[in-house]
């Protein structure tokens, strides 16, 4: 690990709504050094992916900045390119034309023809795509699909590599084989990622550090945990780690106590009446 490499400095937004701002984060403050990998947890409507956008400059802030290696960064970039749970690969283009147009776009004056050709199959053959090259999205599964996304966004070479749930839509054994792939991609390139995810096994898998955030409006950090398992993780040998253990039922507690924080609120507020019309909401 190196210095710092990207830092959220008093991160903030708010959204215009009918009744005013709805401050949606408020101070989130975090520092990510070269290389590591950074899961986001929480309940939903915490505003991890409201981070992510942030970050990767889809969404202003509106108080505080993101830093990335000494320079602030507003707007999009090839130096963050983004994986989403949706592969938004384009439906006409091959798999090969779809990892073109982002090549196209950050490389196409500084590579040759055959070496913009070259570098394409490089990443697609890292995702293991190889030999599905040049069939369209709807000819191959889902897992096939985000797999190319992802090679996409690394032939962008970037240096901060972001993800929403990339692999929440997936079943449980393709899952597991794509949070493989991505242990070896970042082993192999040191990209730093940044990850979204609800999956507390996965945030555990995949970190050196877990930022778990506490529940809106204005929320933030709530706690930091350092994963401290020795790389490359197995998730067979994990298992039965105690640390392995120790760092999941972690996450789990915080997640649990901050539900049960707000389920006091929720059920005030939510408790149907006798009513025709608290019965018909209720429903």
Not at 87 to 115: C, D, I, M, T
Not at 196 to 211: G, K, M, N, Y
Not at 245 to 259: D, G, M, P, T, W
């Amino acid at each position: 690990m190196h210095k710092t490499h990207l830092e959220l400095s008093q991160v903030g937004i708010s959204f215009p709504t009918p009744k005013g701002p709805f401050c949606a984060l408020q101070d989130v403050n975090l520092k990510i050094k070269e290389g590591e990998f950074v899961s986001l947890i929480g309940h939903s409507g915490c505003g991890k992916s409201t981070v992510l956008n942030i970050v990767a400059g889809l969404y202003k802030a509106t108080t505080g900045g993101v830093i990335l290696n000494g320079r602030e960064v507003d707007e999009p970039g090839p130096e963050r390119a983004v994986v989403f749970q949706n592969h938004s690969l384009l439906p006409w283009l091959s798999a090969y034309q779809n990892v073109e147009l982002a090549v196209k776009r950050v490389f196409g004056r500084q590579k040759s023809r055959s070496e913009m050709r070259d570098w394409i199959e490089h990443n697609l053959q890292l995702v293991q795509m190889g030999h599905a090259m040049h069939k369209k999205p709807d000819e191959i599964s889902g897992g096939m699909k985000q797999r190319v996304g992802i090679a996409r966004a690394l032939a962008m070479e970037p240096q901060v590599l972001l993800m929403d749930e990339p692999f929440g839509a997936l079943d449980a054994l393709t899952r597991a084989h794509l949070q493989d792939s991505l242990m070896d991609i970042q082993a192999d390139l040191g990209n730093t990622v940044i990850m979204i995810t609800h999956d507390v096994d996965e945030a555990v898998l995949l970190s050196d550090r877990i930022v778990m955030m506490s529940n809106g409006p204005a929320a933030s950090i709530g706690e930091i945990l350092e994963v401290d398992l020795p790389r490359p993780r197995d998730r067979l040998a994990l298992a039965d780690n105690a640390d392995y253990n120790h760092y999941r039922s972690a996450v789990l507690r915080f997640l649990y106590e901050k539900q049960k924080k707000v389920e006091p609120i929720n059920s005030k507020r939510d408790k149907p009446n006798n009513s025709k019309a608290g019965a018909h909401h209720a429903a």
